[in-house]
């Protein structure tokens, strides 16, 4: 499997897609493809093609892992990748479902990274969504990295 990472878009094409559109993953086995993935460096192109589209996708544990994981690997992601993935988060506003923890901390890995890349309008989208989705643990860590954080615009 490692070897097949040093053919990226023929990873991200034959593997994750099959992964996440079976719906029957469970999260060991996205942790075993993940730590493949942690291993090798992939190029930024092919990683944010991948996000953009699990961003787009229905959300399940796996697809939440796999965000948190490419978000982890601290790429200089365009703006519009960027707008994608707050897009996912924002789709949580209206939801009354509890997300699973591994959604949160991917929540809490995109605010790290990527904090200082967010509009004040973004900010107040996620700072919106954080008073409807709540974790005891995480969301704590969410307001404070918003509040220490520069605006993009």
């Not at 029957?24 to 991948?50: D, F, M």
């Not at 004040?120 to 989705?133: H, N, P, S, T, V």
């Not at 974790?135 to 954080?149: D, F, M």
Request: glycine share 4%; net charge positive; with cysteine.
């Amino acid at each position: 499997m490692k070897m097949a990472v040093y053919k990226p878009s023929a990873f991200y094409k034959g593997l994750l897609p099959p992964l996440f559109q079976s719906r029957t993953s469970n999260l060991r086995e996205a942790v075993i493809i993940g730590s493949v993935l942690r291993k090798v460096p992939i190029p930024v192109l092919h990683s944010s093609v991948a996000l953009l589209k699990i961003a787009d996708m229905e959300d399940c544990g796996t697809n939440s892992y796999f965000l948190k994981l490419l978000l982890d690997k601290k790429y200089a992601l365009p703006y519009r990748v960027l707008d994608s993935v707050l897009a996912h988060f924002a789709r949580f506003i209206e939801d009354k479902r509890d997300p699973p923890v591994i959604w949160h901390r991917s929540l809490l890995t995109f605010d790290q990274r990527y904090k200082n890349e967010l509009s004040e309008e973004d900010k107040g989208k996620l700072k919106d969504l954080m008073r409807r989705q709540k974790h005891y643990l995480v969301t704590p860590e969410i307001h404070r990295e918003l509040l220490n954080s520069r605006n993009r615009g």
